[in-house]
């Protein structure tokens, strides 16, 4: 039996609590939080409440597992229900797309009908790649652990050979490989959506996230009532089933080496656990920049210090080389009355999406100049779901646009959100774009609350606010994310930051994958 030590409470971590006390392994869960989630987090206030992170469960295949290694099924303890439509799309042209749940000849239907003909035969040519890609990379680069450049080395040599690095394209990006078979620019909106799931910039990130449509269309959008967060509550209580103490309220501020291997962790006040394994939820950047051994002095730049070994060397080199992942400015707001044919998630498309990516990475006009936004995308959440309404005549509504990560200090890595009145002036912002696209809400509003990425950073300690850890943009940054086993013998990495990515689905792959590397008791 190993001494564990998970260092943070989201999805990831206590899915790995989880299935590590199931092993036999004595666990211990610390979250510097009040409460666990994470980035999967929760906001009530007068009878209106709000999932704050994901609102969309994709590929439930991977929690069925997780319930079904643990204990009880997974139907035993949540809701889990489908979404459909999966989305509703409005374009800049005025024209508006309702998206079918995993039914490829309605979807192909409803984009003939609101897009025009052909529209519907380019998006099932490219679905068809999209499926290809999914099957050459599920097993390598999502249930598997990574091996940097030799993940993409081994699939050239395995049973697909050369045929599945074709069908992946690495030298391609998803831009690139949708304009192989999209020909109508807002089926390029819609797939370069896909690109933000990781936060990313679809015309530098790789092609092989052409996946990601294909899991969501094929395994369905899916929705649990009471929100998101009860699939938190389900996955900490299990984990306390299987033995693991859930600490809240603790904060880890250091993991201690001895041996060039973990030893403990020490807690914010000085305590000290003794740990056998640490297995971190935490930004893969703050673990390496600020919980390890070799962090930097003031003025240091974050990545870039000097550690004890070269493998810790090598993993700060790596994240520092990366592009860090965008992240989201939220609105929560609480309204009176309904709307009528609402859908459960809608997008709001601009005209320039691509002025979009300059914005938040500071990238082509914007080189060197990341800023909020003018006209974004924004993605409103609006589930018809009793228990986050106080009434049937009010609504809950979660709003994300795409933003800049938090820096206050280097305005050539992000925004400085915290500035006097930028806040307030954005959201009213957000809400004159919203009116522009046909969902005027204004004079229905109760209140709202805003959350920026300043407010991200602060919660969740991920660095900017940053939702993703590091972006895939690049032709190689979705093989190299922060690899699950350190090089620090003992330490681990689940979570959105590390591999094989953000959301929902792939925190869970990668508690699997870690469970998998310590094994049993």
């Known amino acids: 039996m190993a001494r564990v030590v998970v260092v943070g409470a989201g999805l990831g971590g206590l899915a790995a609590a989880a299935r590590l006390g199931a ?7 610390c979250e510097q939080a009040p409460q666990v989630g994470g980035k999967l987090g929760w906001f009530e206030r007068d009878g209106f409440a709000f999932d704050t992170g994901p609102s969309l469960l994709t590929w439930p295949q991977v929690y069925e597992d997780l319930f079904a290694a643990t204990g009880a099924p ?3 303890v949540v809701d889990v229900v489908p979404v459909d439509p999966a989305c509703a799309y409005r374009f800049a042209d005025g024209t508006q ?4 749940d995993r039914d490829p000849a309605a979807l192909h239907r409803a984009l003939e009908d609101a897009l025009g003909p052909g529209r519907g035969d380019q998006w099932a040519a490219f679905a068809a790649r999209a499926e290809r890609v999914w099957e050459a990379t599920r097993t390598p680069f999502l249930t598997s652990p990574l091996d940097g450049a030799r993940t993409l080395a081994r699939l050239a040599t395995g049973p697909g050979g050369t045929r599945d690095v074709a069908t992946i394209a690495p030298w391609r990006s998803l831009r690139g490989l949708g304009s192989r078979y999209l020909h109508d620019p807002r089926l390029t ?7 933000t799931y990781t936060g990313s910039d679809p015309r530098r990130a790789p092609a092989a996230l052409a996946a990601v449509p294909h899991l969501e269309q094929a395994h369905g959008s899916w929705y649990v009532r009471g929100g998101l967060r009860r699939l938190v509550e389900a996955v900490a209580d299990r984990a306390r089933e299987r033995g693991a103490l859930v600490r809240t309220g603790t904060a880890v501020e250091e993991v201690l080496l001895e041996g060039g291997r973990v030893a403990r962790v020490r807690l914010a006040g000085g305590e000290r656990l003794a740990a056998d394994v640490v297995v971190s939820d935490a930004d893969a950047t703050a673990l390496y920049g600020d919980l390890l051994p070799g962090r930097a002095r003031p003025g240091v730049r974050r990545g870039l210090r000097r550690s004890p070994g070269a493998g810790l060397g090598a993993a700060r080199a790596r994240l520092a080389a990366a592009t860090p992942s965008l992240s989201g400015f939220v609105l929560l707001l609480a309204l009176r009355g309904r709307t ?11 005209a320039d999406y691509d002025a979009e990516f300059d914005a938040v990475f500071g990238t082509g006009r914007l080189r060197g100049r990341p800023q909020p936004v003018a006209d974004p995308t924004v993605y409103a959440s609006v589930p018809d779901d009793p228990a986050l309404r106080p009434d049937e005549h009010s609504e809950a509504w979660f709003v994300l646009v795409n933003a800049p990560r938090h820096s206050p200090h280097d305005p050539r890595a992000g925004v400085d959100w915290t500035a006097p009145g930028l806040a307030d002036a954005y959201a009213d912002r957000v809400l004159a774009v919203m009116a522009q696209r046909g969902l005027d809400v204004r004079e229905r509003l109760l209140w709202r609350e805003v ?6 950073e602060r919660e ?7 939702i993703y850890g590091s972006s895939s943009n ?18 681990f990495l689940v979570g959105g930051s590390a591999h094989p990515g953000g959301g929902i689905p792939l925190v869970g792959l990668s508690a699997q994958i870690v469970a998998g590397l310590v094994g049993p008791a």
């Open 451 to 456: 959350r920026t990425p300043a407010d991200l």
């Open 74 to 76: 997974l139907r035993h």
């Open 340 to 350: 009528p044919g609402l859908a459960h998630h809608t997008v709001l498309f601009p």
């Open 97 to 100: 797309l309702r998206v079918p």
């Open 23 to 29: 092993l036999g392994h004595a666990v211990t869960v």
């Open 474 to 491: 690049g032709a190689r940054a979705a093989f190299l994310r922060p690899a699950n086993r350190s090089p620090v013998p003992g330490l």
């Open 189 to 195: 909106a819609l797939l370069d959506r896909y690109a």
């Open 460 to 466: 969740t300690r991920s660095v900017g606010g940053s």
